[in-house]
C-alpha cells in the first residue's frame, strides 16, 4: 500500500520580514514497516543555501538560510510512502520485570532515555486518574498503556488549535479538552511520572472518510525494553498502525515542530495549511 502526501504550509506577514536560518522537519521517516519512495520539497523564497542532517533524536532536517526580505515563506512537499500493514501489538516485552509497573530501566538504557524521563509535577487529581487506572489494568504494562490511551480518548473532547506549543498538561486535565498535541503532552507526562520514558510525535495520520480534512497530527511513543517504541494515539484512543506516518519525534515537543526559526522585523503572521493523502496502486 502506497501513500501519497502532497503538503502546503503557507506564512504570511503583514509587513517584509528577514529570515532568518530555518528548520525544516517534513520528510516522512522510515521504518521496517515503510520505505519512502518519492519525496521533493520546494520552498519559496528560494534559499541561498542549505544542509541536510540527521539531528541528535534521529531525525531528517533541513536547514535553510536566505538573503532580502520577504512576505511570505510557502513551503510545498511531495511524498510517496510505501507501507506494510502490521500487528502493532506484536512484540514480546524483555525481561519480564517490565511486564508490571512500578518497573526500573537498567542503568545504560535509563541514562540513554533520561531525556524522556523528565517529567513534570502532576496534581492530586491527575495522580487520581493514573492510580484508578493501575488499578483498573492490575498495573500491568501493556494493558495500562493501551487503557490510558483509550481512557483519555474517552474522557477528552479532541480539539484543532493550528497554532501554539502544547498547553501545560494540568490546564489540559482541568478542561477535560485539548488538540492533539495538548492531549499527547499530557499523556507523555503520565507515563514519565510512572518512570516510562515517552516522546512526542508528529506526522500524519490517513483518515479513511469520504471527505476527509487532513492537518499534522500529534501521538506518543513510549519505549519498553524487547518492544521498543510503541507509539499510542489519545487523540484517537489507538495504538499507532501503518496509517500513521511520523515526521519528527523528540523528547521535546518543540524539537518536532515541521518548521521553526526567527525572524527579524515587526509583523503579525497567519499560517494556512493545505494536506492532501490519498492511497494509491
Same mark, same amino acid.
Given at each position: 500500500m502506497k501513500f501519497k502526501i502532497t503538503h502546503t504550509s503557507e506564512y504570511s506577514y503583514s509587513d517584509e520580514v528577514f529570515f532568518e536560518p530555518h528548520y525544516f522537519r517534513f520528510k516522512p521517516k522510515q521504518s &521496517?514497516?515503510?520505505?519512502?519512495?518519492? $519525496?521533493s520539497i520546494k520552498i519559496l523564497p528560494t534559499p541561498i543555501g542549505f544542509s541536510e542532517q540527521i539531528d &541528535?533524536? +534521529? +531525525? *531528517?532536517? #533541513? /536547514?535553510?538560510?536566505? =538573503?532580502n526580505t520577504h512576505k511570505n515563506l510557502i513551503v510545498t512537499t511531495n511524498s510517496i510512502i510505501d507501507v506494510t500493514e502490521y500487528n502493532p501489538l506484536d512484540f514480546l516485552v524483555h525481561p519480564q520485570k517490565y511486564l508490571n509497573i512500578p518497573f526500573e530501566y537498567d542503568p545504560r538504557t535509563s541514562l540513554l532515555l533520561s531525556a524522556s524521563l523528565q517529567a513534570t509535577p502532576l496534581s492530586k487529581e491527575m495522580e487520581e486518574y493514573l492510580n484508578n487506572l493501575l488499578q483498573k489494568t492490575n498495573a500491568q504494562s501493556v494493558n495500562f498503556l493501551t487503557e490510558l490511551t483509550k481512557q483519555i480518548h474517552q474522557d477528552f473532547i479532541s480539539e484543532n488549535r493550528d497554532t501554539g506549543k502544547p498547553l501545560e498538561p494540568a490546564l489540559s486535565f482541568s478542561q477535560k479538552k485539548g488538540s492533539c498535541r495538548d492531549l499527547a503532552w499530557?499523556? &507523555?507526562?503520565? /507515563? #514519565? *511520572?510512572?518512570? &516510562? @520514558?515517552?516522546r512526542f510525535v508528529s506526522g500524519y495520520f490517513y483518515l479513511q472518510s469520504d471527505t476527509p480534512e487532513y492537518e499534522l497530527h500529534a501521538w506518543v511513543e513510549a519505549f519498553l525494553p524487547g518492544a521498543g517504541w510503541i507509539g499510542f494515539d489519545p487523540s484517537h484512543g489507538i495504538i499507532t498502525t501503518c496509517y500513521h506516518i511520523p515526521? @519528527?519525534?523528540?523528547? $521535546?515537543? =518543540? +524539537?518536532?515542530?515541521?518548521v521553526s526559526g526567527s525572524i527579524r522585523g515587526s509583523a503579525s503572521s497567519e499560517l494556512k495549511n493545505d494536506l492532501k493523502i490519498s492511497i494509491i496502486a
Open positions: &521496517i514497516y515503510s520505505s519512502l519512495v518519492e $519525496y &541528535i533524536e +534521529n +531525525n *531528517h532536517v #533541513r /536547514l535553510c538560510w536566505f =538573503e499530557m499523556q &507523555i507526562q503520565f /507515563l #514519565r *511520572h510512572l518512570g &516510562i @520514558a515517552s515526521l @519528527a519525534s523528540s523528547s $521535546y515537543s =518543540e +524539537n518536532t515542530m515541521p
